[in-house]
């Protein structure tokens, strides 16, 4: 991802201490953070999910592509620099190669999570029919109309699924 520092000379540049929160999850900020320097982490409820070291490294994208509040919180987990747009969604309409990197970015993950989970249902293919749900959330993603998704967990789920 490094390809988009190219497009940030009309960023903030923006250093964050370490432990400052750059992003809270179930906020809406609008903002989206291209790291520099540093190590950001990224929080979902009380468990580190991912750590960013790259330079490039995106964060706040899923907010602003969705138009929804922000699904973790982000905080910097060693003094970082990072670039902040506050217009994020304007920014990206301005600059189409932001937005396909973000999309290529986004298929990349997406890649990652369905070959993970199509290699835990062969992995216990023999172990009974519990892991068929797998593939059945996987088909229901797929097929989820464009709106607001809500991923749920075990206390509340998304009624569509």
Known sequence: MRA???YCHAATRRGL???TIAIHEGGKTGHLFVLI???LEVVKGDRIVAVLMEPGAV???MS???DQRHTATVRAATDSVVYEFDDAAAFLN???GVALLLAR???QRLNVATTYLADIMHQYSDHGTHLSMVGELLQSMIN????????GSDRQSDPRM
């Open 4 to 6: 988009i520092l190219d």
């Open 17 to 19: 201490p370490a432990g």
């Open 37 to 39: 320097e540093g190590r």
């Open 59 to 61: 964060v706040g994208e």
């Open 64 to 66: 602003i592509l969705l």
């Open 94 to 96: 301005e600059h189409p």
């Open 105 to 107: 970015l986004l298929a």
């Open 144 to 151: 989820l109309p464009p709106m607001q998704v809500s991923p």
